[in-house]
């Protein structure tokens, strides 16, 4: 994963290879394509620099490459808010005198813990960029109980998802969560490519998981902002959740999800319960009864 230069081939090549001529806004005569998608210099010509200079850049050097050129080449591969932002943090960790990110805090401030107590109507945890959960409040722990089984610390959804049998069961949209949690987790990559943990999570998921291999060898990238989740919690049954994301500014790298249902709604009343059932439980969701540190 610390190779930037082969990150930045792979990307680069797979964004292209995605894109027809046609989608590209070029004509095309006879059938005889020798490449999947547009060729380099196709690239070149819709982004307004050379071929040469533009072979260079997919060989992995970016390092050097100006905004606007980087600008002009998303422009032409039709890269998403996601995908683009990659594609910058790449050209960073690329460049001379680089320095590196801060790796992901693995604790919060007695007041972000605060706050997740306060937020007593709905579930709500926060996470790293690696996807430790590093703080939740008690409603948090009830619905993500079977993640928090795992007795290992920081209890970590990417690692569920993939490594425990109980994700297939748990996620009700088990595919698109695991093709999700591998596009965060590369985002994540080309942020902080050098820290250790992150480089050992992927390394863990890639030899442990064919499926972990294949999401992340398609180089997609993704944002995980807003959207709708749906489990099957073992204690309540089905939930669709609702779910927000919020960086935190005053913890860089650190995101607050919080969940919700609409007044009313049968997940809304399931929530309800899960609130008793986690109350009667006080805390006691990690292997062997012992009190969960976060």
Do not use: C
């Not at 919060?108 to 306060?118: C, E, I, N, T």
């Amino acid at each position: 994963m610390t190779d930037i230069r082969a990150q930045v081939r792979e990307f680069l090549s797979s964004r292209r290879a995605r894109l027809t001529p046609e989608q590209a806004g070029l004509s095309v005569y006879g059938g005889n394509r020798r490449v999947p998608g547009l060729r380099r210099e196709e690239v070149a010509m819709l982004s307004g620099v050379s071929v040469d200079y533009y072979v260079r850049l997919e060989r992995g050097n970016l390092a050097g490459a100006s905004e606007g050129v980087l600008d002009a080449i998303a422009a032409t591969l039709r890269l998403d808010e996601a995908e683009r932002e990659y594609l910058f943090d790449l050209a960073r960790a690329a460049g001379p005198g680089r320095r590196r990110a801060a790796r992901p805090a693995d604790s919060v401030r007695p007041a972000v813990k605060q706050v997740l107590d306060a937020i007593s109507d709905a579930p709500a945890w926060v996470r790293n960029g690696r996807h430790d959960i590093i703080a939740a409040n008690e409603s948090g722990r009830a619905l993500y109980a079977p993640v928090f089984e795992d007795p290992r610390r920081p209890a970590n959804t990417t690692r569920f998802t993939y490594l425990n049998p109980a994700a297939h069961a748990f996620w009700r949209d088990y595919d698109q969560i695991a093709h999700d949690a591998a596009s965060m987790l590369r985002l994540e990559a080309g942020r902080t490519p050098h820290d250790p943990e992150l480089i050992a999570l992927i390394g863990e998921l890639s030899t442990q998981s064919e499926l972990f291999r294949s999401n992340w060898a398609s180089q997609d990238v993704k944002f995980h902002r807003s959207g709708l989740k749906r489990i099957h919690h073992p204690v309540v049954g089905d939930l669709d959740l609702n779910f927000e994301s919020m960086d935190l500014p005053s913890e860089p790298g650190l995101v607050l999800n919080v969940y919700t249902a609409p007044a009313g709604s049968p997940t809304a009343d399931a929530l309800r319960v899960l609130a008793s059932w986690a109350a009667s439980q006080r805390v006691p969701l990690t292997a062997g009864g012992a009190a969960d540190p976060v």
